[in-house]
């Protein structure tokens, strides 16, 4: 049976941080979720190709309550293993973005299905944030993690630090260790240990989740190293070929197939042609490795560069699983495809059984609020989208809108809403706050002020194409009118306001609703319809 070829990236849209382990013949791949709820998404496959959802395993507020973190802290880089009858699952909940000091605090939670209710997190410790933990082969368990490093003159990532972790006692044993400062390539994280052929290899992530991040690999024959930096470099790494396809590449996994095969899964981006912006957020690609006669992991192509296209196991495809492209809101549970922001609590501002057969939202706070806005969103996961909702909303006050959103974070967003206001009455508004907390929002022309009738339902849509968003309405959902407003899509991106730091995300767009007054105004939108270009 000839290979069967996987095209990369196997997880399209924001899925960084990728994390990799195999139980039998089933592959499980852990992202980060940052501050979208629920934390952390789980996928699995057995064709490595094919993903579906099998996990949101942090989906309760004893495991995590993001409520009031900064945009782009929260979940990171979660770390999952397979041992003694459980998946072991170690995260970083990240609280502190921009300064000098981060408050990271890592907490490793277990389950014996994927899909099962995961124990209550066990706090490990916080002086830095991706944790990992490895089993070795007599039993022990070891737990690594980067330290953050606050002082000025210094790079904040300290290097990779090893303790023992204690199954019976619950907890970190003996004092940290630092086993490995890290390359010339500096900003040293995303650790995991492996063994093989009498060697620990740490493999980490370098250069920074921008244009410079790489993939690097260290060895010992102890697991308290010291541990020597492979002579080659990088394993992976696009940094010195701007034109390539798969940029940022960097904080990979690597998993052994039955048929012992070896394959690296690393997070990547796709900048838009000409630009260097990845509204998509960091994905997920998957490579193929062997070892060298000497031990080394190396692509199996010989260079650094990632593959675009790689063979897969040799064995039947999985189903291709089909993208939700229309929900009518008749389920019971919001689907899977779908997040939120931040509060484990969605009940408080969604409903699906007060109105039948419609999403109900409740006003909340501001499009930029940290604690309770009402959206319900899913990833961008094409270049090119159209997406659209009919909702049905009767505001009293100008403080309460809602409407159709493309998301990144509570700075970067454009949103098309219905509301109200003195001399005008219901009206459609477009508000658009590009990378700059200072601009708050700001309103792009008199033309996206349109009067609505005063009562009635309201069509919207938006549709992208690469860099270009245009928004459309109607009142019968058959005759549109475009809004005379180009927006810059590609704002909404990990690199658009980096002076504020990056930025570690991807675009979403979804429903929302919002109530400035308090009152908690309800909209009810009737369908949501998400049609992508399948690249």
């Known amino acids: 049976m000839p290979r069967n070829a996987i095209r990369n990236p196997i997880l399209r849209g924001f899925n960084p941080d990728p994390s990799i382990c195999r139980v039998g013949d089933d592959y499980y791949l852990a992202v980060s979720t940052f501050e979208w709820y629920p934390g952390v998404r789980i996928y699995r496959s057995r064709d490595l190709a094919n993903w579906r959802l099998a996990a949101r395993p942090l989906n309760r507020a004893g495991m995590i309550d993001l409520r009031g973190e900064p945009d782009s802290c929260g979940v990171w880089a979660p770390c999952l293993s397979h041992a003694d009858g459980l998946f072991w699952l ?19 939670t277990t389950c014996a299905t994927i899909d099962g209710e995961w124990s209550d997190p066990l706090y490990l410790n916080s002086s830095g944030f991706d944790p990992s933990l490895f089993h070795d082969e007599d039993g022990s368990k070891w737990y690594t993690n980067m330290v953050w490093d606050h002082r000025p003159d210094r790079t904040f990532l300290h290097g990779i630090v090893l303790q023992e972790y204690d199954p019976q006692s619950r907890r970190l044993a003996g004092e940290p260790q630092r ?58 790494t696009a940094r010195d070929d701007p034109g390539w396809p798969l940029q940022r590449n960097g904080h990979a996994d690597i998993v052994r197939s039955p048929d012992g095969d070896w394959y690296l899964v690393h997070l990547c981006g796709r900048p838009l042609e000409g ?34 296209e790689v063979d897969g196991p040799d064995l039947e495809p999985d189903e291709a699983v089909e993208p939700l492209a229309y929900d009518d809101f008749e389920s019971q549970q919001l689907h899977p495809v779908y997040q939120w922001l931040r509060t484990p609590y969605p009940e408080m501002f969604a409903s699906l059984s ?137 704002l909404l991106s990990d690199e658009a306001g980096c002076e504020r730091g990056e930025q570690f995300t991807g675009a979403f767009v979804g429903l929302t609703c919002n109530d400035l007054s308090g009152g908690r105004k309800p909209a009810d939108f009737e369908f949501f319809s998400y049609r992508g270009s399948g690249c």
């Open 90 to 108: 170690c995260y970083t909940d990240v609280r502190r973005f921009d300064g000098n000091f981060k408050d990271t605090h890592n907490y490793l």
């Open 179 to 236: 086993i490995f400062p890290g390359t010339d390539a500096d900003f040293t994280e995303g650790p995991h240990l492996y063994k093989r052929a009498g060697w620990y290899y740490l493999m980490t992530a370098e250069g920074g989740t921008g244009y410079g991040h790489c993939v690097t690999m260290a060895r010992s024959r102890s697991v308290r190293g010291p541990y020597e930096a492979d002579p080659q470099g990088p394993v992976v």
């Open 275 to 308: 630009t260097r912006r990845c509204p998509l957020g960091r994905e997920t690609a998957i490579q193929n490795v062997a070892w060298t006669e000497d031990g080394w992991l190396r692509l199996k192509n010989g260079g650094h560069l990632p593959d675009l």
């Open 354 to 490: 007060e109105r039948p057969g419609h999403l109900r939202l409740f006003g909340m706070e501001s499009p930029g609020s940290l604690n309770h806005q009402a959206l319900i969103a899913r990833r961008q996961t094409d270049f090119a989208f159209r997406a659209s909702t009919v909702v049905d909303f009767a505001p009293d006050s100008f403080q309460q809108m809602a409407g159709l959103v493309c998301y990144y974070n509570s700075s970067k967003f454009h949103y098309l809403y219905v509301s109200t206001d003195d001399g005008i009455g219901r009206h459609l508004g477009l508000m658009s706050c590009e990378a700059d907390r200072s601009l708050a929002v700001r309103f792009p022309i008199q033309e996206s002020r349109i009067r609505l009738p005063d009562e009635g339902l309201v069509w919207l849509r938006a549709d992208v194409d690469r860099s270009e968003l245009r928004f459309s309405w109607s009142t019968d959902g058959e005759r549109w009118t475009e809004i005379p407003v180009v927006l810059d899509h590609s």
